[in-house]
């Protein structure tokens, strides 16, 4: 066994040392000025630079999703029982501490199958029925109390509070058809694939309509770098929060691209209503996987503003647009308020304020009651610009403030500048990108007040929303900036882009939240000996 394992790790140290290189190489090819595609435009591409862009679209799908597969305690390994060892009537015993189930979805999804809303199945310990709080942490463990972690436990019955979507667009179709149960970190794969698919396509057509200048180089760069910071977090820690999450980014990556295509590009106005409408019912479809990335929603206003401003549609086009662009939204959301009141008697309660887990949340009152400005300012520091010490280990990092991880994210900044602005006002996205900008602070706000503490995982509510608004900012100064700091800009973007595949792999292999890391702690050395090359 232990020949093995050292050949395996040899094996491990041997891969990392040619991804190494592979990655140094790659860097030196885009970052030489004499690079062709420094000097090719994206609107002068040739079917040749579509089979590069090809390849880099499902190369960056599979190293993003591929090793959402490895650590046992999201594939499904591990078994879900969080256990601790007490002595009773003198004997030491494995006593069940919690039950940390990762099927919530599938569970909801049979639940539905048979006709209720509750995923229990009538198993609930009795002494969690006795509590007279049972949301109480600490009681439930002084009690040892066995409980089901992270899930809604209201009138006897557990629910999921995380929203139903993702059941009925996967879990239960992929039931139907298997008779087999789809594992919640392969939905998150799922999700992020088409996250990532809807990034590139998103970020081309920008290029294309708007942005005609931008060399093939920077749009193929930021393509691969904001795809992977996007959804960076859920790679190391893949299911459930994560399935939540990143199914929410989705659709709004994909809402977003047919807002465009029917407030902006489109000529007929039958597609274009078309589109506004998917482009609404996507959007208000994140409502029900994840409330704070569906606040990305906001961005309507500016299509809101896009479409009365048209001058070639007639008043009644303006109005069908208008009606068909937020209808979605009423029906979604009168759907989501009847299944809050199924489940909670509360056409507003999606379930947390009964979430058996850290803190009881059962207390935390109404938005307005717990306004306080100190809050909102410290959580806008932690979340944008907290510093972490580096540690004596490998990976040494831990998460920062989104800007200091990633410094390219402070391109999204310069949509409020002057310059900036006024050449997007041309092109009628000045409103579009300032939202996008800022809804982030709005995210983050909710956040602060609505989860025990802020954690990375929850960066990836907005991370794609600051990733649009820097493409947009990058793609405007490289519009209107001379030929002599075009050449510093474009060196500078490359620079910044491929820190952003260092930082997310060092963030991969941090040791926490269930990752492969955490299990396998014995691969660092491996992975850190195989950046040095051996030495």
């Known amino acids: 066994m232990d020949v093995y394992l050292e050949g395996e790790e040899l094996s491990l140290q041997h891969i990392v040392s040619i991804c190494y ?50 650590s ?18 003198g004997t030491l015993v494995d006593v069940i501490v919690y039950n940390a189930d990762k099927q919530q979805y599938d569970r909801l999804g049979d639940a539905l199958l048979n006709g209720h809303l509750y995923i229990d199945n009538g198993k609930i310990d009795p002494a969690l029925e006795n509590m007279e709080n049972p949301y109480d942490a600490v009681l439930r463990e002084k009690l040892g109390v066995a409980f089901n972690w992270d899930e809604a436990y209201y009138n ?23 008779r087999t149960a789809l594992l919640a970190y392969q939905a998150t794969q799922v999700f992020a694939g088409m996250s990532i698919v809807g990034l590139f396509y998103l970020l081309y057509i920008l290029a294309v309509h708007f942005f005609k200048k931008l060399p093939f180089s920077v749009y193929l760069v930021l393509s691969v770098a904001f795809s992977v910071l996007s959804i960076g ?15 929410a980014v989705c659709l709004m990556i994909w809402s977003i691209i047919f807002f465009i295509k029917g407030a902006w590009l489109a000529k007929d106005e039958n597609i274009s209503k078309i589109y506004l409408f998917v482009g609404g019912f996507l959007g208000a479809l994140a409502f029900g996987c994840r409330p704070p990335v569906a606040l990305a929603n906001l961005l309507v206003l ?31 959301g009168i759907t989501l308020m009847l299944y809050n009141y199924a489940r909670f008697d509360n056409a507003f309660e999606f379930g947390q304020s009964y979430q058996l887990t850290v803190t009881d949340q059962h207390q935390y009152g109404s938005f307005i009651e717990r306004f306080n400005m100190k809050t909102i300012v410290l959580g806008c520091l932690s979340n944008f610009y907290a510093i972490c010490p580096l540690s004596e280990r490998f990976p040494f990092v831990w998460y920062n403030g989104t800007f200091i991880s990633f410094p390219i994210l402070l391109f999204s900044v310069k949509v409020l500048s002057k310059s900036i602005s006024s050449f997007l006002k041309e092109r009628g996205l000045n409103y579009f990108s300032i939202l996008m900008f ?17 954690l990375e995982r929850y960066r990836l509510d907005f991370y794609f929303l600051l990733c649009i608004a820097s493409f947009i900012a990058i793609g405007a100064l490289l519009e209107i900036v001379s030929e002599k700091k075009k050449k510093i800009l474009l060196c500078s973007i490359i620079l910044l ?6 930082i997310e ?27 040095r090359f051996g030495l």
């Open 497 to 502: 882009s491929f820190a952003v595949f260092a």
């Open 21 to 70: 290189l592979c990655f140094i190489l790659l860097f030196i090819f885009f970052i030489r000025p004499s690079n062709s595609w420094h000097h090719t435009d994206i609107s002068e591409i040739k079917p040749v630079h579509n089979y590069y862009l090809m390849v880099t679209l499902i190369a960056t799908v599979m190293v993003a999703v591929l090793p959402m597969s490895l």
């Open 302 to 332: 500016s299509v809101i503003a896009q479409i009365v401003k048209k001058q070639n549609a007639g008043h009644s086009d303006k109005t069908k647009k208008l009606v068909l662009l937020l209808l979605p939204y009423f029906f979604v």
């Open 438 to 454: 800022l809804i982030p602070f709005i995210i983050t706000i909710f956040d602060s007040y609505w989860a025990p503490y802020l």
């Open 72 to 89: 046992p305690y999201w594939n499904g390994t591990i078994v879900n029982n969080i256990k601790k060892q007490e002595y009773r009537n």
């Open 505 to 531: 792999f060092l963030f991969f292999c941090i040791p926490v939240d269930g990752s492969y890391t955490l299990f396998y702690p014995e691969v660092l050395d491996a992975i850190y000996k195989g950046l």
């Open 156 to 178: 006897h019955h557990y629910y999921m509070y995380f929203g139903p979507v993702p059941t009925l667009l996967l879990f239960i179709p992929f039931k139907l058809l298997t």
């Open 233 to 247: 977090y859920s790679i190391a820690a893949p299911a459930l929060y994560c399935t939540a999450i990143v199914s």
